[in-house]
């Protein structure tokens, strides 16, 4: 790990921890005292030599997966050689009966052309042997790094939940709080049953309104049937005018055909019957 990526960390370590007490320098200070006695230098030690332990013990098992598989190739590789030489040999003595023998040159270019092979064979090997020893080293780099980055994560994991651990017994202990919370559940009740008033007036106020509205709905009933009879009457009281108008000037005309002079008694007793006529159509 790079020397910037351990100040991040630590860094962010701190501050994560320094959170979890609410920027308390003290509380820090005494728990630091407290953990003196079970962070000791000793037990640092000992992890630092653990870690090399466990880097030293990986390095020797890849050592030696290594060593195998080169072992198990060059063995392969050299009963191969010594197969095909063997072949090649019985091939030659069988030949030997049909065609004439082979000079020096000959056979040592045969040899050459046997180990040219078994040489390329082998920087091949080498050559695989090279892409996965980079292969393994590269996905143990990424093993490593998940590792370190999940031990971060479960240290920020922890350090949360001690803040979290802390700010509920902090809660949970303050008197200020706990009144706080008092007054809240009070203050509840009380708009609680502020609602339920507010339900039964409104039910009582729908049940008023619905009775105003059939009282409204009588009355409409009433205005109506009134304003019927009102009709009615002004029909009838048209009607006894317009039979008066017609009956005015038949009275007119014997009136004045009956103008002669007569006696006092009989022109009180026809201002009577005028003013009994004039009253009983009147009332009609």
Not at 57 to 64: D, G, L, V
Not at 110 to 132: G, V, Y
Not at 152 to 176: G, P, Y
Not at 221 to 233: A, R, S
Request: charged share 30%; glycine share 2%; proline share 2%.
């Amino acid at each position: 790990m790079q020397f910037t990526e351990f100040e991040d960390i630590l860094d962010f370590l701190c501050n994560k921890m320094y959170d979890a007490y609410d920027n308390d320098p003290g509380q820090v200070i005494s728990d630091a005292v407290k953990l003196s006695g079970v962070i000791t230098k000793e037990k640092m030690d000992h992890l630092a030599e653990t870690y090399v332990a466990e880097l030293e013990k990986e390095q020797k098992q890849t050592e030696q997966v290594l060593a195998v598989r080169f072992n198990f190739w060059s063995k392969s590789n050299s009963n191969g050689s010594s197969q095909s030489n063997h072949s090649a040999n019985r091939k030659k003595k069988t030949m030997s009966w049909y065609a004439p023998k082979k000079s020096f040159e000959s056979e040592r270019q045969s040899t050459s052309s046997l180990r040219e092979p078994s040489m390329s064979e082998l920087h091949r090997q080498i050559e695989d042997l090279l892409l996965a020893l980079t292969r393994m080293q590269r996905e143990a780099v990424s093993l490593k790094d998940e590792l370190n980055q999940t031990q971060l994560d479960k240290m920020d994991l922890e350090a949360e939940r001690d803040a979290l651990k802390m700010t509920i017994e902090s809660v949970f202990h303050n008197t200020k709080y706990e009144a706080e919370c008092m007054e809240l559940r009070k203050e509840n009740a009380r708009l609680k049953q502020e609602k339920d008033d507010l339900f039964h007036q409104k039910m009582m106020s729908k049940d008023a309104l619905s009775a105003l509205v059939e009282s409204m709905l009588d009355m409409k009933k009433k205005v109506d049937y009134l304003e019927q009879e009102n009709t009615k009457i002004t029909k009838e009281c048209q009607k006894l005018k317009n039979e008066k108008k017609h009956i005015s000037p038949i009275r007119t005309g014997f009136n004045s055909t009956t103008s002669a002079p007569s006696s006092p008694v009989r022109t009180t007793t026809t201002t009577s019957s005028r003013s009994s006529w004039f009253s009983s159509s009147s009332l009609a």
